[in-house]
């Protein structure tokens, strides 16, 4: 099994910043994927940035200039930056994880997603 810790969320004025956090821990043999996704109330879940085990990057338009996300491999753990927050913002933020777990020596693939954290940024 794999867990993943998030952290960092809050309330923010428009204009700030706040920086997510997301631990993976468990059987892990390698992770390819580390990612964020965010839901805002009514609307459907959507990526806002991913990074690959090599370290490239892939962001939505809305996050481009103002989000950067960073992996500390040796840590599993994946983060996000994010600036100039603004009220559009607001969701709950998801760390979502792929890779490779193996308890006993038997390798598959996983696919895990966090509980979520509440980012809201008031005007």
């Known amino acids: 099994q794999v867990q993943l810790m998030e952290s960092g969320g809050g309330l923010v004025q428009a204009g700030g910043s706040l920086r997510l956090s997301c631990a993976a821990s468990g059987s892990i043999v390698s992770i390819n994927t580390m990612a964020w996704y965010r839901q805002a109330p009514g609307k459907q879940r959507e990526l806002v940035a991913k990074?690959?085990?090599?370290?490239?990057?892939n962001y939505a338009d809305s996050a481009k200039g103002r989000f950067t996300i960073s992996r500390d491999n040796a840590k599993n753990t994946v983060y996000l930056q994010m600036n100039s927050l603004k009220p559009g913002d607001t969701a709950v933020y998801y760390c979502n994880v792929v890779g490779f777990l193996g308890p006993g020596g038997t390798v598959s693939e996983f696919i895990t997603w966090g509980r979520g954290t509440q980012v809201t940024v008031s005007s």
């Open positions: 990074i690959l085990s090599g370290g490239s990057t």
